[in-house]
């Protein structure tokens, strides 16, 4: 018989906000229909990204213009991967304020790797009553991104914000995870130059933009 396998929630949710480093239309399908889909895509709607959900399992986002760059606490409550918006929004519009995941409070699972990470490529991020401020003069810079440790969504940030930054930017340690290759696929089919160069190395050559793009998401491995 056949058995239909659902789209990686992991993967998704990473490409939706992929889909935001360019002013045209994305296209993804196998996007598993659930709660953290819907709750991003509500987030992005909040953001003025236009989200359309033409079928089961497909959806089409285009983020021409972004009337707030605000990712309130609500979300990040609901959704710790809402922080997945810092880097594509920073690097797409130069600004973005965005509530630490789960509110002003730090200890587990902190993110202050993706923080550095901006850093690192030039942004100024300060941290206020559970927000991150974070703006960058011009286009962020690449750079060499070291984490101490192994993050995915730190990873996967980094990664995203390198898109757009003039120059190159090499992040090491990076997550080996098929999902984060299926967003480096996704990434190439919209014109960015990303390559894993050893298994744990990913390079990226920044763009000015990046164009649409259509992506079926991988199965999810757990399921």
Not at 20 to 36: W, Y
Not at 105 to 122: F, S, W, Y
Not at 167 to 173: E, K, M, N, S, W
Request: charged letters at 25%; aromatic letters at 6%.
């Amino acid at each position: 018989g056949v058995v239909p396998v659902s789209g990686a929630k992991n993967a998704a949710l990473k490409l939706l906000a992929a889909a935001t480093l360019t002013g045209e239309r994305c296209r993804f399908t196998n996007v598993p229909e659930i709660a953290d889909v819907a709750v991003l895509c509500e987030v992005l709607g909040d953001l003025g990204i236009v989200v359309d959900h033409p079928a089961p399992n497909t959806y089409e986002v285009a983020a021409g213009d972004v009337d707030w760059l605000f990712v309130p606490l609500e979300a990040a409550a609901k959704m710790r991967a809402s922080f997945i918006l810092l880097g594509p929004l920073l690097a797409r519009f130069g600004r973005v304020i965005i509530s630490n995941p789960g509110g002003d409070r730090i200890g587990r699972r902190p993110v202050n790797l993706h923080v550095d990470a901006m850093r690192a490529m030039g942004a100024e991020i300060e941290y206020r009553n559970g927000y991150y401020f974070a703006r960058s003069p011009g286009r962020l810079r690449g750079a060499q991104v070291t984490f101490p440790t192994v993050s995915v969504m730190g990873t996967e940030n980094a990664l995203l914000a390198a898109t757009l930054a003039d120059g190159h930017t090499i992040i090491r340690p990076a997550a080996q995870e098929p999902e984060v290759d299926d967003l480096i696929a996704f990434l190439q089919a919209m014109g960015a130059q990303v390559e894993r160069t050893s298994p744990d190395v990913i390079e990226i050559e920044g763009r000015r933009r990046l164009r649409g793009a259509e992506h079926r998401v991988m199965p999810d491995r757990i399921e």
